[in-house]
Each structure stands twice: as structure tokens, then as C-alpha cells.
């Protein structure tokens, strides 16, 4: 059964830096990436990552997130840097696409003073 475990999420306030990991069992995915919902909102690509390292991010978080993996763990990262309260979301993992058709069940994170 495929399954995608996120961690990492919280609150942090503006300026702040979080890490969320995404582990995946029972396949290795080509692309992984992350996708965030707000409130009201719908669901958007943050950032992904191929088997190869290639990656893509949304204009609003480039210079600031960063995306990586370790093809060892079949684990994908999102590391985010100066975190706005823009940034607050669910975040998801995903896996197999863009989007594919896997999903992590989501972490939320609160970007807030």
C-alpha cells in the first residue's frame, strides 16, 4: 500500500523557518512534490522535484523555500525560509505527477505573530 507520512509543520511566526518532511513507502515516485490549500482557496503547487534533482517552484516562494530529496529514504523536504503569513496552509505531499495521484494526508502550518 502506498503511503506518504508528512511531519514538520507548526506555528512560526513571520520571518521564521519550518522543515516539513514527506516519506514514502511502497513505491519510488519520479516527481514529488508539495502542494499547500488556504482557507477559501484552492489547492496550488509549491514546489517539486524529480528522481534527478530537477525542480520547480511557484514564483511566490522562490528564494525563500527550497525543496530537496533523498532518493535513499524515499523522502522529499521542504525547507521554508522567511516565512510570511502568506505562507499559512495545509501543506501536502504528493507523489507520481503533477499533481500525481498519491496524497500525504496533510500538515498544517500558521505563519503568525
Not at 525563500?64 to 510570511?84: C, D, G, H, P
Amino acid at each position: 500500500q502506498v503511503q506518504l507520512v508528512e511531519s514538520g509543520g507548526g506555528l512560526m511566526q513571520p520571518g521564521g523557518s519550518l522543515r516539513l518532511s514527506c516519506a514514502a513507502s511502497a513505491i519510488t515516485f519520479y516527481v514529488m512534490g508539495w502542494y499547500r490549500q488556504a482557507p477559501g482557496k484552492q489547492r496550488e503547487l509549491v514546489a517539486s522535484i524529480t528522481s534527478t534533482g530537477r525542480t520547480n517552484y511557484a514564483d511566490s516562494v522562490k528564494g525563500r523555500f527550497t525543496i530537496s530529496r533523498s532518493n535513499a529514504k524515499n523522502t522529499v523536504y521542504l525547507q521554508m525560509n522567511s516565512l510570511e503569513s502568506e505562507d499559512t496552509a495545509v501543506y501536502y505531499c504528493n507523489g507520481g505527477g503533477n499533481p500525481g495521484r498519491y496524497w500525504g494526508q496533510g500538515t498544517q502550518v500558521t505563519v503568525s505573530s
